[in-house]
């Protein structure tokens, strides 16, 4: 049995002075390590000591100009790493590295013109050669007529690809070019480079060829080959992505990112390297499955097998599995026999669920769990996470995995609640002998016992949200001296305990400070992996369903339970994605799909497994361990998702206080509690950007789940809590006026956000008037800073807002209207904001009057629309109509009156009306200059706008000072 890792381009390093004689290469396959060599340090969950030979090889081919060991050594390092630190963690493997000429030019010297089916060839005729001698095998060729060529075929079970460029690379071209361009003086080998195009006839032979001996291996009745990608994350420099993404991955195969670039992707400096544990995930994984006893490789039960006792595991071999009555439910047991100084002993199985097929392999937490429970003093590690993000499922593959050591037991508890954690240890009881007869304490007292005096034993301890049942107080301290559920908790050197838990002050009181791994949301690649597998997809998806796709992965906010309950809708109703995505995002339809329930034979029955009920365990929790939390939790349900200011959560003391008194340390101390339990449940996380205030972030279908428990609560704290959201905001969010110093602009920006988010509730806060008064100010704010992208939804909303509270005719409705419409104007709109202004000006001067200041404003508005299309013709009547109207009614000094003077002035001068402009652009400057000030920003404009003018007769001598003092003065 053997597993490929393949590389494809890492850079030769030539020793200087060797220019000039040709490269010595290391050629054939090299042995790096071998179990017989002497024992080492490993991870013992997977394999036993004693039996330390080999039954499989890893071997490692490097790409083109690389090095059988230059390749896969970090710099500074003195070895390879597969010789380095591989064999610690799989120390069965057999480990090799081939080498061969794939140079693909050199100086003055000799070049190897084989081509790949000769380096293949060679690779094939070597490992034969290797596995006569040795008894083992790699590498597969399918096509080779030869029986002792094709016999490797049979023996290959995974192949790890890092960086290969299955559909071509962009640095052939380059390549090509330079082995074009130094020809006459360097020996080149293009045909190899040909290959590396995206075009390559050969390269699509080659994949063509390769998927369908894959495919034809479940005919041959052979097993599956297991396949995984890894591609680089990170550009080389000067180059570019080598292998871009869609060139190293293959459809329907694991793909993982290496945060590296093409040159460092394969070289691993210590066994902390996350591409290190993804890359040994793989393989330990690829090897677990096969030591897993399949139907290719079943292994047979031990002849003098005695027979199975009732309740017990059963004597069938490895991964046997009975069926017994424990409780309510029907539970998992299986066992296998095994031997110690020739005495059979019996192994105990108790898992709850069978092995989940569908899952997608969370390789990183699966190995550092390994890496935990590596150390002989390590005996109890912890998964922590938001509800749904797959503790459970991460738990229950590890079990299965632990399970196929053949004197290893393991036996699952549900910890939610002291009764479940009985009955559990009362039918762990019964699965491995004791007698019917014992109950209460001392029950649990002889199964932990038992449990201790098994040579090989694993406890998973699965959803211990509840800590005060483990003796752990609120703020992580310990209840009392009375007995808890902790005490009968076995321990000890043979064993290891894994629990799950929502709560993360489950680190560093139940389990040690730095056993604890935070199970998160799922990387974009594994949600994808896992939405098509839970469909069951079939074939190649086309370009609109994966668009739709990535879209309800980042709807779901890349949570697993989400993405589960999804696909099982999906696939039981049989709606493709678009349509399921566009009911999540109909406001009536979400919740109604959101809370739909399906069957998950991997989770308990009676439990909700939609995660809008399931979340509502955990708020459950906080509002009875702190209601400052709980609070705070349903306020900021309602404000933006992501940089949340503590100030905006601190404000939730003042809640029903109509006397504000300000904050005391007593006080900022029960804000600190309260969001450390909110983080503890990782409904918040900690959002630190340098040179930023430290902001929260909660995840978006966490409001959900919020918002939809208060909904089936009661309807008045629906009110109630989005109502005060709004009333903090408002609070919290200052005044923008256009001369606002910096610092008003930057306490704006930090609320406008959420002061958008929360004016979206307006329908059930009952608090119209303050969403009115929001929306004007951060309409204004966002005027003031020219973000006509950002201002336009603000508009849109209050607009619609005030037609349907005040009706079509009222002023603010108007007004509201008219701001719309300049905003479509400011963006470059200009046909769908004339009609709008032009009927704000109709309904203007029916409401106010002619000489109202709205109506007149509107009139100015109408001719910017007019002058921004170059209709001059129209726009000059009623820009000279707005500025009499303003001069009547506002005043010569008054700035709107100034700026239709301006306006009037630029319709001349694009003209070219000089004469007439230029008096005018004066007269404005000197008004600013006495209303607004000098550095006034329109006083400046109006600056520059007279030097335009002054540059465009060719009176460069008046233009020049008069611009470089615009220009000094915008600097400050």
Known sequence: MGYLSRRFLPRRQVPAGNQDNPKTFSYGIKLLYSPDDGDI??????????????????????????????????????????????????????ILTFGYDANVADWKGMVSQNRIANHATNLLAALSTYRENDGTALLSSNQRPEPHLRNILHYTRGIVFLGTPHHGSGLARWAETLSQSVGLIKK???????????????????????????????????????????????????????????????????????????????????????????????????????????????????????????????????????????????????????????????????????????????????TELDVLFQSPKSHSAALWGLGGSGKTQVALEFAWRQSEDGACSVFWVHADTQATFAQDYKAIARTIGLPDDITGEKLLTAVRDRIESLPRWLLILDNADDLTVFGVGPAGGPLGESPTLCTYVPQGPNGKVLWTSRDNRIVGTLVSARRGIQVGRMSADEAFCLLGKLKNDEGENSNGEESDAWKLLEELQWLPLAISQASAYMRRTSMPIHQYLSRLLAGQERWRVLKAEQFDRYRRPNVPNSFLETWSISVERIRQDNEMAYKILQVIAYVNNE????????????????????????????????????????????????????????????????????????????????????????SLFPGSEPDSESETWRECEKYVTHAVEVCKWAEICEGFEEVFNLLDEVSLYFHHRGRWMDIQPVD??????????????HPDTIRSLASLASTYNEQGRYREAEPMKVKALELQRQVLGEKHPHTIWSLASLATTYHGQGRYSEAEPIEVKALELRRQVLGEKHPDTIQSLANLATIYHEQGRYSEAEPMKVKALELRRQVLGEKHPHTIWSLANLATIYHEQGRYSEAEPMMVKALELRRQ
């Open 188 to 366: 080149t080998n293009s045909k190899i480079i040909g290959v590396l195009k995206r075009d390559s006839e050969v390269l699509a032979r080659i994949q063509d060829g390769f998927h369908t001996m894959v495919k034809s291996r479940s005919a041959q009745g052979l097993p599956p080959i297991q396949i995984t990608c890894f591609y680089e994350e990170l550009p080389l420099p000067g180059v570019g992505l080598v292998v871009p993404q869609d060139s190293a991955i293959l459809p329907g195969y694991i793909p993982i990112g290496i945060h590296g670039n093409h040159m460092d992707m394969t070289k691993f400096a210590d066994s902390t390297d996350p591409g290190f544990l993804a890359v040994c995930g793989e393989m330990r994984r690829w090897i677990k499955n096969e030591n897993s006893g399949s139907k290719y490789h079943a292994s047979q039960p031990p002849a003098n097998s005695a027979p199975a006792q009732t309740g017990s595991a059963s004597q069938y071999g490895n991964n046997n599995r009975q069926y017994n009555s424990l409780g309510d439910s029907q539970k998992t047991v299986g066992g296998s026999y095994y031997e110690v100084n020739g005495d059979q002993h019996l192994a105990y199985r108790r898992i709850p669920f069978p092995r989940n097929d569908d899952i997608v392999d969370r390789t990183a937490i699966i």
């Open 41 to 94: 340090e490993y991870v013992p969950s997977l394999f036993k000591k004693k039996s330390l030979t080999s039954s499989f090889s890893i071997i490692f081919i490097h790409g083109l100009t690389g090095d059988r060991d230059a390749t896969w050594t970090a710099r500074d390092a003195t070895d390879p790493w597969p010789k380095a630190l591989l064999p610690h963690i799989i120390p069965t493997a057999r």
């Open 643 to 730: 940089n949340i200011p503590i100030e905006i959560m601190a404000a939730v003391h003042t809640l029903g206080k109509e006397i504000q008194e300000p904050s005391s340390f007593e006080t900022q101390d029960q804000v600190m509690e309260a969001i450390t339990r909110l983080r503890e449940f990782s409904f918040l996380s900690v959002r630190e950007e340098e040179g930023f205030e430290q902001q929260y972030e909660i995840h978006k279908l966490v409001q959900e789940a919020t918002r939809y428990g208060l909904r089936v609560r009661s309807t008045e704290d629906v009110a109630y809590f989005s109502n005060a959201a709004l009333q903090i905001v408002t």
């Open 796 to 809: 849109q909303r209050l607009y619609e807002l005030r037609q349907q509270m005040l009706g079509e005719s």
